[in-house]
């Protein structure tokens, strides 16, 4: 069963940028739409944003145009870039299928933003 690694997070301040990588120990390509997500204390995961086999991108609301999702089916990794951050995107982040499948869930990759 393919296994998905979260990595890229960290503590940066408002306005900052990271980029999170969501490494798959198989083929992405079967996997065909990817997406990330988060959870924020308190809170339920929320869908973040998706990319199909062929490079369709959805975003939610609230982070359109401020985070780009991009996949390697090469590398077997999916990315996200998140420019412009705001103290509401902290979050652990996390990559699944979507729909999600329980199995892929990872440890996730915590982002903080923060002054």
């Known amino acids: 069963q393919v296994q998905l690694v979260e990595s890229g997070g960290g503590y940066v301040q408002p306005g900052g940028s990271l980029r999170l990588s969501c490494t798959a120990s198989g083929s992405i390509y079967n996997m065909n739409t990817l997406g990330w997500y988060r959870q924020a204390p308190g809170k339920e995961r929320e869908l973040v944003a998706t990319?199909?086999?062929?490079?369709?991108?959805n975003y939610a609301d609230s982070v359109k145009g401020r985070f780009t999702i991009s996949r390697d089916n090469a590398k077997n990794t999916v990315y996200l870039q998140m420019n412009s951050l705001e103290p509401e995107d902290t979050a652990v982040y996390y990559c699944?299928?979507?729909?999600?499948?329980?199995?892929?869930w990872g440890q996730g990759t915590q982002v903080t933003v923060s002054s």
């Open positions: 699944n299928k979507f729909p999600p499948v329980t199995p892929y």
């Open positions: 990319i199909s086999l062929y490079g369709a991108r």
